[in-house]
């Protein structure tokens, strides 16, 4: 009986250390994405400046609130969020902005990227209801629909 608690036991440490790790990068990659998004904040030129410079600035935003609610509730549930840029750059499975994107390759990179997020959100959401841990998928499959509805503003916006 003891040993089949302790399988138990190991199995939910390591569902719960494979939760705390895609959570990081999730905090990685929104770290990547408010600095990649700034860059194409300031940089993008050309007749929809306007627009793309508003749309840039508002998704930046967005970013910050999802790294910080994520890393948030990873202290709430005992994980520690990667917190240096070193750590995030290594974790983050998303490309930085080269500088040199036109403003279409601003937006494609953008809807790219987030259907990376998407499908990893996804596969945390899958992590947390394995450890039975709603709140952090409730607060995941948010994000999801969030992002779902900005890669459709932004394929829109490229004609898709």
Do not use: C
């Not at 705390?20 to 990068?25: G, S, T």
């Not at 007749?47 to 930046?60: C, I, Q, R, V, W």
């Not at 992590?127 to 394929?155: C, F, H, Y």
Request: overall charge negative; cysteine-free.
């Amino acid at each position: 009986m003891t040993s089949l608690q302790n399988t138990s036991t190991t199995t939910e440490t390591t569902q719960t250390t494979a939760l705390y790790n895609a959570l990081n990068v999730q905090i990685a990659n929104w770290s990547l994405l408010y600095t990649k998004l700034h860059n194409f904040h300031w940089y993008v030129k050309g007749e929809n400046f306007f627009t793309l410079h508003a749309k840039f600035e508002e998704l930046y935003d967005q970013a910050t609130v999802y790294m910080d609610d994520i890393a948030e509730r990873l202290l709430a549930i005992g994980g520690q969020p990667v917190a240096t840029l070193r750590e995030q750059l290594e974790l983050s499975t998303l490309l930085e902005a080269t500088g040199t994107e036109q403003a279409n390759q601003m937006v494609s990179s953008l809807v790219e990227d987030i259907a990376t997020v998407s499908t990893e959100l996804t596969e945390t959401i899958v992590l947390a209801e394995q450890v039975s841990d709603q709140p952090t998928a409730d607060l995941l499959i948010g994000i999801r629909g969030e992002i779902e509805k900005a890669a459709w503003m932004l394929n829109a916006y490229l004609g898709r």
